[in-house]
């Protein structure tokens, strides 16, 4: 009985950390699918929301306020992002654009050490209140907000992408850029406006986590790879399963933590991401045609 | 090799008198520590940018193998108590396995999925360097790692250490440049132009790519084992991901394809991140931290936006514009080396045949294949994710005959190319080639075997010259290994000296010897193509497979083409050809096979298929035909 309350808190945490590398992992889908850039400063998305949301708290502005806020601003960095640093090469290989990202979440990671220094931040939890019972397991209030958070979205971004002629058209570049240029589409601004969802959506999951994990300036890198596993996990261009890919990593995660090791358990992304992507299944041998040089 | 050395010999020379007097000039310890540092990165930046800027591999994980020398180093010698020396030796040999190991199932990957691979790698290396207490002495590190002893004297100063480690950079530029300048570094370069190409002309792509990530792994982890025996004790920090970027800058900044720039990156970015970590101190106040990662980042990025060749082409440019403006006139590097090769002097076309008489040194030549069919397709089908490209199409080719293949538009004429060359293996169905089956083998097998194709987009190595382009088509035909290159041993530089002729030759024998220097991508598509077609012949194909070698040809130049095709089949290679016009078509093929929505319809001499009502249906469509007559079922 203890094993099994023990197993079931384990999925429990697994399922919040898992919301996070989902966000992030829907980040990833969305600029890559829009742009073909795989885009390396995600997690520092995540990270800058988290501070700015703490930072603007501490100005006084009211929680709620102070998140969106954030979760407004990263989305505006991420598109001012794209248009100082990728569009200026857009033509450049797919390599060069992953180390300019590499390049750029280097350099907003130094930023915020100098803005925030090494020291990890913690923010109030959304609603205080007594810890949940469920099973023999403890779930905190504020996971029930991230997962809340995590689920609700996916109706909404469904409907954003179904509905609205913007999510249409986003979805038409990710189709045939070359086709939806033709048919009038702004690519270019699809492209800024990709990096800005996936900046906001970024962002929001730093923020709603923070009051579970502590935000420090470092946190991207981590956040950054084991999104883009979670991506990867769901075959890089389909949101839900990415989001499902999130979720997956986070419990492995926090099962090989809990009854392996760790120390180890920032290791057991990469594993997975080793074992999905020698396997390789289907979609990324799709995927990798459009790499060859083509011409 | 020889033309590089001859342009440049000042340069190496100069830099090695510079670098033994450093150290009387250098009196600081601190300063010296650093010409130290520099020498390690070099080493392990030489390493990457063999694997980046030649092969056009990318790892974001090579403080792995950097962690490992040092790690495997630190522990042979405090734990086991061995010897420095055979610690170094045996690092190396445990990492290069490791990293062939690893290699095998990462380079099957390509792109983002590539550089993720490997960043991960580097992540659970450095987990496990941080969680193997027992053995890593996890966060607090290995201690009391001993000095290395050369004759008696312990490499225990910086002064001594600096000609260590500097010795030990020179040796691997050495053995670096001569890879690179050779059958294997050419091999390389064609993988990062066009690895289907390459691998189209025999050249093992994936062995070559786990080659030279396996050579470049080995350098690190010397680099890694020097790095501990001078410190005399490990952590994991310096091991981490940050490591990944800096060497990846430093490999940036050199221009990727650039043993020398390895090597000037190393040197700015080592002393930059060095004076950043004592100046910004000062500026900011904080006194932990590691602010010079912003500068790695915009460096990283203003690198790649505004001068993605890196900053040494930059400074080898304005170099030579100096000493240009003081010596007048003197011929430009490439085209007097190619006159010093001998290839001008074959300025008249010579008959294809000559490629290669069997008494000559160097090249090998294949034997001719019996009489009869060469290629039996049989029962070919393709389908792609649920469509059917190809259905059941079966023909042979006979020894010696031109066989066209025709169809409209989007009839399945190029899958058929690429299911019968391997770049994409057949759904279903067999196909023989001088009797033996490969429609399982990868193409360089297939290339191997004597089955050379052309691209319908010409598919040249765009930044090789065109002679070099043909020399590749060379590579199955000589022999020279890493090991002969990297010690240029006479064997291969004999070889290499036939290559060059041969390859000259060839390209005299479509008319462009006074090409062979210029580099392939500037040339018009009418030579380019003509350039592919040489590449091809020197692969000593017994099946020439031709993509539309055709399109996008003048009137004169396709003259010109039904003239070297002619000529090509009377050498006894026989010919495949795909082609759209119809008059090449009818004028060279003997036979023709027609393929319609991935079926084959007809097959036959030109004139009965010019007269075969489904051709025509085909073509022009059903009412083009007259209506009672021509329903042939």
């Not at chain 2, 070099?42 to 591999?57: C, E, F």
């Not at chain 2, 692969?539 to 003239?563: K, M």
Request: net charge positive.
């Amino acid at each position: 009985m203890i094993f099994a309350s023990q197993l079931l808190q384990f999925l429990l945490t697994g399922i919040t950390n898992g919301s996070i590398y989902a966000l992030i992992a829907l980040g990833f889908v969305v600029i890559h699918s829009v742009t073909s850039v795989v885009n390396f400063a995600q997690g520092e998305f995540a990270m800058l929301g988290a501070l700015l949301a703490i930072s603007l708290i501490a100005a006084g502005l009211p929680q709620g306020v102070a998140v969106a806020a954030a979760v407004i601003a990263v989305g505006a960095f991420a598109a001012l992002l794209y248009r100082v640093g990728l569009r200026p090469a857009r033509d450049a290989s797919p390599l060069a654009m992953i180390i300019i990202t590499i390049g750029a979440a280097l350099a907003i990671r130094g930023v915020a050490l100098v803005l925030w220094g090494t020291e990890p931040y913690a923010m109030q939890p959304f609603s205080s209140g007594s810890p949940l019972q469920v099973g023999g397991a403890v779930v905190r209030l504020q996971s029930v907000w991230v997962l809340g958070f995590t689920l609700m979205l996916q109706p909404l971004l469904h409907l954003f992408f179904t509905r609205t002629m913007l999510g249409r058209s986003l979805r038409a570049c990710a189709v045939n850029r070359l086709a939806a240029r033709l048919v009038g589409i702004q690519t270019e601004r699809m492209a800024l406006m990709a990096f800005g969802l996936s900046g906001a959506v970024g962002a929001l999951g730093g923020v709603i986590i923070t009051p579970i994990i502590f935000a420090t300036y470092d946190m991207g890198l981590m956040l950054s790879l084991k999104g883009f596993v979670a991506a990867v996990m769901g075959g890089l261009v389909n949101y839900p399963a990415a989001v499902a890919g999130g979720f997956l990593l986070g419990i492995l995660e926090s099962l090989g933590a809990g009854l392996i090791s760790s120390g180890y358990k920032d290791a057991i992304a990469f594993v997975a991401l080793f074992v999905i992507l020698i396997s390789k299944p289907r979609w990324i041998v799709r995927s990798e045609q459009g790499i060859e040089e083509g011409g | 090799m020889a033309r590089a050395l001859r342009s440049f010999s000042w340069g190496p020379l100069g830099f090695v008198v510079v670098l033994a007097c450093l150290p009387l000039v250098i009196q600081s310890r601190y300063h010296q520590s650093i010409a130290v540092i520099i020498g390690m990165h070099a080493i392990a930046a030489v390493g990457l940018s063999l694997l980046m800027g030649y092969a056009g591999q990318v790892s974001l994980g090579h403080a792995a193998f950097y962690g490992l020398g040092a790690y495997l180093s630190g522990i042979g010698s405090t734990a086991f108590h061995v010897n420095p020396w055979l610690c170094m030796l045996a690092a190396a040999l445990i990492t290069g396995a490791l990293a062939a190991a690893i290699g095998t199932p990462i380079f099957r990957l390509r792109g983002h999925f590539l550089a993720m691979a490997t960043l991960g790698w580097g992540i659970i290396v450095y987990i496990v360097f941080n969680e193997l207490r027992e053995i890593t002495g996890g966060p607090s590190g290995l201690t009391g790692i001993p000095n290395f002893v050369l004759f008696g004297m312990p490499l225990n100063t910086d002064i001594r250490y600096y000609y260590l480690v500097w010795a030990c950079a020179l040796l691997v530029i050495f053995l670096s440049r001569n890879i690179v300048n050779s059958r294997v570094g050419r091999a390389l370069r064609a993988i990062h132009g066009s690895e289907s190409a390459a691998a189209a002309l025999g050249v093992d792509t994936p062995r070559y790519k786990l080659v030279i990530f396996t050579v470049s792994a080995v350098y690190a982890s010397l680099a890694g084992s020097l790095y501990a025996h001078y410190l005399l004790f490990v952590n994991p920090p310096p091991f981490s991901f940050k490591f990944s970027i800096a060497l990846l800058v430093m490999v940036m900044i050199g221009g990727l394809a650039h043993i020398w720039g390895a090597l000037f990156g190393a040197g700015l970015i080592t002393i930059l991140s060095e004076s950043l970590r004592a100046t910004i101190p000062l500026v900011m106040g904080h006194a932990a931290g590691e602010y010079e990662i912003i500068a790695f980042g915009l460096i990283l990025m203003g690198t790649m936006i505004a001068m993605p060749e890196g900053l040494w082409p930059w400074v080898l440019r304005t170099g030579s514009r100096i000493r240009r403006a003081g010596k007048a006139e003197e011929s430009v590097g490439q085209s007097a080396a190619a006159k010093a090769a001998g290839i001008r002097t074959e300025s008249q076309a010579l008959p294809i045949g000559t490629q290669a008489s069997p008494g000559e040194p160097g090249v090998l030549r294949r034997p001719m294949p019996p009489a009869g069919s060469i290629l039996e397709v049989q029962e070919v089908s393709k389908t792609f994710f649920g469509l059917t490209a190809l259905s059941r199409v079966s023909f042979t080719v006979n020894a010696g005959e031109i066989l066209a293949v025709i169809g409209p538009n989007g009839a399945g004429k190029t899958t058929l190319f690429n299911v019968i060359a391997g770049a994409s293996p057949p759904t279903s169905g067999t196909i023989r080639f001088v009797a033996a089956p490969i429609q399982h083998l990868s193409s360089h097998r297939i290339a191997s075997a004597g089955l050379v194709r052309t691209f319908q987009n010409v598919r040249l190595f765009g930044r090789m010259t065109a002679l070099e382009n043909v020399m590749v088509g060379l590579h199955q035909r000589t022999r020279a290994g890493i090991v002969v290159a990297a010690l240029r041993l006479p064997s291969g530089k004999s070889e290499e000296r036939e290559s060059r002729i041969q390859a000259g030759r060839l390209l005299s024998s479509v008319g462009l010897a006074d090409r062979g220097d210029l580099i392939a991508g500037n040339l018009p598509l009418g030579q380019q193509r003509l350039v592919e077609i040489a590449r091809a012949l020197a692969a000593d194909p017994t099946l020439l497979l031709l993509d539309e070698p055709g399109a996008g040809l003048s009137v004169a130049e396709r003259d010109q083409l039904r003239e070297l095709v002619s000529a090509v089949r009377t050498t006894g290679v026989t010919v495949l050809l795909v082609e759209h016009d119809m008059d090449l078509v009818m004028g060279l093929a003997d036979r023709i096979v027609v393929l319609n929505y991935g079926e084959k319809i007809a097959e036959g001499t030109p004139e009965t298929i010019r007269s075969d009502p489904q051709v025509i249906a085909a073509y022009l469509g059903e009412e083009a035909l007259s209506p009672p007559a021509a329903r042939p079922d």
